[in-house]
């Protein structure tokens, strides 16, 4: 489809479960960069995680589906979960390319996960395909506080150029933002860990998240 012109937002991670950290940062990384359309994309298994807390795929992707119900702007995509094999951004990347064609494309990580984006499969290809906005807390400015050499993992250090204090471009044109965004102090572990005692979720997911977690018996041991 011919989505010239539209600004595509597309957050991956485990959700397992989602929670209001996750759909805080996206709304205000929604609402900075004025993205028409905001991707939440669950991961299939990822591997650095222990599997046997890990929630199915499709489980997973029905909450984060369930989580933005009545948002416009947002949406659960199944691309990663329903694929066959290992995921990889730069794939899921190319995917959206194809399927909004025309379309600007930001990929949204956090400052960890950039400082390791070297480590990724074909990580070059990357910048190839979409402009990048690398989430830190709300008062952490490390674009502020680091030297340029720290800002960048090794392998990148010297390929973007200087345009503004939270901007730099790529040689293929996509820019790299620095954003900071609030971090509630709500994480999916932590979430987990008060389903298996038994205690209660409100306040920390969705409503429409904490019935699905309770009618499919997620996470209770
Ligand atoms: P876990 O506790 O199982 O490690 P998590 O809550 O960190 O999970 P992920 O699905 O691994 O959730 O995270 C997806 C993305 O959301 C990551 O980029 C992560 O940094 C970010 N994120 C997670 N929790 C928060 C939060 N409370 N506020 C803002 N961003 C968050």
């Not at 991670?13 to 004025?34: D, I, K, S």
């Not at 956090?110 to 400082?115: I, K, N, P, T, V």
């Not at 790529?170 to 971090?183: I, K, V």
Request: some cysteine; charged content about 25%.
């Amino acid at each position: 489809m011919d989505r010239s012109g539209s600004r595509i937002g597309i957050f991956g991670g485990t959700f397992n479960p989602v929670h209001f950290g996750h759909l805080r940062v996206v709304e205000e990384v929604r609402q900075a960069f004025a993205l028409d359309e905001m991707h939440l994309v669950p991961s299939a298994r990822p591997p650095h995680k222990r599997a046997h807390d890990i929630a199915p795929a499709e489980d997973r992707l029905q909450m984060v589906r369930r989580a933005v119900r009545g948002n416009p702007h947002l949406f659960g995509c199944a691309y990663e979960c329903r694929k066959e094999g290992p995921s990889y951004s730069v794939e899921t990347l190319a995917w959206f390319r194809r399927r909004y064609a025309g379309a600007e494309l930001f990929f949204i990580l956090g400052w960890d996960a950039w400082l390791e984006i070297d480590t990724w499969y074909a990580w070059r290809e990357l910048f190839h395909l979409a402009d990048f906005i690398v989430i830190s807390r709300q008062g952490r400015q490390p674009w502020r506080e680091v030297s340029r050499e720290r800002l960048f993992p090794i392998a990148l250090k010297d390929v973007f150029c200087y345009e503004s204090e939270t901007c730099y471009r790529y040689r293929s044109g996509h820019r790299l933002h620095f954003f900071a965004a609030t971090r509630l102090d709500i994480s999916a572990s932590q979430i987990r860990g008060e389903a298996l005692a038994g205690r209660s979720l409100r306040y920390l997911v969705p409503e429409s998240v904490r019935k699905y977690i309770e009618a499919h018996r997620l996470y209770c041991g």
